[in-house]
């Protein structure tokens, strides 16, 4: 399965802009690039995904570059509740997966008031 | 609109004794996983399952078993409970595969001592 390399942490300030990188150098024409988020004390939530064009929804931006070796994520306005864990991950939409899900450690972000 | 339901929240067990980590759904999602979380880590999957009777294993399914006897129920057994097991697990279900991004419940914190 193709991996995601993401950040250990990053730090933002309340009401500020918020790009989370990720890194996936291999993969394939068929995954499809999600993000989720794990608050603290609470399972992962679903922010958002896409294929090749860059996706917006009421939660987030997802930025995909050309190439679909990356990808950020964009909070346009950092909020205190957005301070979680955020996974980016690949899904094969043409495999045998079942939409099981590979979470690595993710980044952990810190939103300061 | 309850989602994936989880119980009990928290829970401690002795080596050797045997529980059931209960999962529900009320959303009629066909697709519905069982991953553990080990502190400071990512999510590994144990067991899912496609529909009503049909169950496969995860990444880490050692120590687990499952069963789905309807859509809206996917319970976890722990048989012999062993420290190893301490972990957060959390239920999720989906609408089908892939693309269809996943619910969560709130967890399960269990302690095996």
């Known amino acids: 399965d193709a991996k995601t390399t993401q950040p250990n942490s990053m730090e933002s300030n309340e009401e500020e802009p918020v790009h989370l990188p990720c890194n996936h150098s291999?993969?394939?024409?068929?995954?499809?690039i999600h993000w989720y988020r794990q608050l603290p004390s609470q399972g992962p939530e679903y922010v958002i995904h896409g294929l090749t064009s860059n996706v917006n929804n009421r939660m987030a931006s997802l930025a995909i570059a050309e190439d679909r070796k990356s990808s950020t994520l964009i909070l346009h306005r950092a909020t205190l509740r957005d301070a979680a864990v955020y996974y980016c991950?690949?899904?094969?939409?043409?495999?045998?997966?079942?939409?099981?899900?590979?979470f690595g450690q993710g980044t952990i972000l810190t939103v300061h008031p | 609109n309850a989602g994936v339901t989880q119980t009990p929240k928290f829970r401690i067990l002795k080596i050797g004794q045997s529980m059931t980590l209960q999962c529900t759904q009320d959303m009629n999602h066909n697709y519905m996983y069982w991953y553990r979380q080990d502190p400071g880590m990512g999510l590994k999957l144990i067991y899912y399952?496609?529909?009503?009777?049909?169950?496969d294993k995860g990444e880490v399914p050692n120590g687990y078993n499952v069963s789905r006897s309807t859509t809206e129920d996917f319970p976890l057994r722990l048989e012999l409970a062993a420290p190893s097991q301490t972990s957060v697990y959390f239920c999720a279900s989906s609408p089908g595969q892939g693309l269809s991004p996943l619910h969560f419940g709130n967890g399960t914190r269990l302690t095996v001592t």
């Open positions: 399952s496609v529909g009503a009777g049909i169950t």
């Open positions: 291999t993969i394939s024409g068929t995954d499809y």
């Open positions: 991950i690949l899904i094969n939409a043409g495999g045998t997966s079942y939409g099981k899900l590979t």
